[in-house]
């Protein structure tokens, strides 16, 4: 199903999430696909869809540096640099604070986070304040920059 990222779109994809299910969407760098962060079946099937090794942990996004404050621990310097990049391009590896995403994404002691600088990222995850979100290309292979140049074999996963 392919939504327009208005009110309308945005509460399909909310819903899809809610249900567990998988969405792609653009971002500021490339098209990313998703899932609730917390919805272990759903992250089992991204790592399906890419052919991605459990061991390359899944980047959370988030809807704010307050958000992504609830489930990581800043410092100083990540602090500054969020400040000067988020939204932005910019990932940062911080330690895992809450040990329910922990565990749903598998984490020993650290995560990777980002505030997309996207309108219509920013749209969903307003409503949804985080989100996996991952490039949607299988692994090692280039990222799609394009919608047009995502696969159809992702809607066999209901994408």
């Not at 819903?15 to 969405?23: Q, R």
């Not at 991204?46 to 958000?67: A, D, F, M, N």
């Not at 602090?79 to 329910?100: D, H, S």
């Not at 980002?114 to 299988?138: D, I």
Request: with cysteine; hydrophobic share 35%; aromatic share 6%.
């Amino acid at each position: 199903m392919i939504v327009r990222c208005n009110e309308d779109g945005i509460r399909a994809v909310l819903k899809t999430i809610k249900n567990g299910g998988i969405v792609v969407i653009p971002t500021d760098t490339v098209y990313g696909i998703g899932c609730d962060p917390y919805n272990q079946e759903a992250i089992k099937t991204i790592y399906k869809i890419k052919g991605r090794e459990k061991t390359k942990h899944l980047p959370v996004l988030g809807y704010s540096k307050e958000e992504i404050a609830k489930i990581a621990f800043f410092d100083e310097l990540s602090k500054k640099i969020a400040n000067k990049f988020w939204p932005g391009p910019v990932t940062l590896v911080l330690k895992v604070k809450e040990k329910e995403i922990a565990n749903s994404l598998n984490l020993e002691s650290k995560i990777a986070v980002r505030v997309p600088n996207h309108p219509c990222a920013l749209s969903l995850l307003k409503e949804c304040k985080l989100l996996v979100g991952t490039s949607a290309n299988p692994s090692g292979l280039p990222p799609f920059k394009d919608s047009k140049d995502i696969p159809d074999k992702f809607s066999d996963y209901g994408v």
